[in-house]
């Protein structure tokens, strides 16, 4: 069964860098549509970035647009979200989210990242 590994979650302070990394174990990431989505404390769960199987198409959430950087290595198999410029308000539970076009069925367990002011 194809697990989600997600890796970089951390505490930083407002306007420090961060890189989260999904790792899709059993498969390779070129097979899917990739995606980080993210769940802030008494929030529902929104989307935050994907990419593509062809990684022909990137979106961003308009929050993110400009600080975060969603990227696929074939290589490695990984896909990661660079994220820069942190604001409190970033802070959440990221998750990591695999599937078809917009459609994900395959979520990773999740990745703290805590941003001070």
């Known amino acids: 069964q194809v697990q989600l590994v997600e890796s970089g979650g951390g505490l930083v302070q407002a306007g420090d860098s961060l890189r989260l990394s999904c790792l899709p174990s059993?498969?390779?990431?070129?097979?899917?549509?990739m995606g980080w989505f993210r769940q802030a404390p008494g929030k529902g769960r929104e989307f935050v970035a994907s990419?593509?199987?062809?990684?022909?198409?990137?979106s961003y959430a308009d929050s993110v647009k400009g600080r975060f950087t969603i990227s696929r290595d074939n290589v490695k198999n990984t896909v990661h979200l660079q994220m820069n410029s942190l604001k409190p308000e970033d802070t959440a539970v990221y998750f990591c989210?695999?599937?078809?076009?917009?459609?994900?069925?395959?979520w990773g367990q999740g990745t703290q990242v805590t941003v001070s002011s």
């Open positions: 989210a695999a599937g078809s076009g917009a459609v994900y069925n395959l």
């Open positions: 990419i593509q199987r062809s990684s022909s198409k990137i």
């Open positions: 059993g498969r390779t990431v070129s097979e899917f549509a």
